[in-house]
């Protein structure tokens, strides 16, 4: 998909909608890396649509693509637990 930019003032601005598809996640995604400043945060447009410049474009494609190694996890001691008997009646 080639994403197509919109020119505000001489500079390329390409919609967050456009590159959540060229990156291929949810739209709540996205938000979510925003918020925790994962990502470029971008620009307002018009008070409404959030814009990326194609620099801020390629660090979300970098970050969505990234690759990082598996931690090994440590193996969990398994506790013996007392094995409950059913009360008898008298």
């Keep these: 998909m080639i994403l197509m930019p919109i020119e505000i003032e001489g500079t390329a601005y390409f919609f967050a909608a456009d590159i959540q598809r060229e990156v291929a996640v949810a739209r709540q995604t996205l938000w979510r ?4 400043q994962k ?3 971008g620009r307002r447009y018009r008070d409404r649509q959030v814009v990326f410049t194609k620099e801020e474009v390629e660090a979300i494609r970098d970050f969505a693509n990234r690759l990082a190694p598996v931690k090994p996890s440590k193996p969990k001691q398994s506790r013996v637990s007392k094995l409950s ?5 008298v």
């Design 39 to 41: 990502i470029p945060q």
């Design 85 to 89: 008997l059913p009360k008898r009646r």
């Design 33 to 36: 890396w925003r918020k925790a």
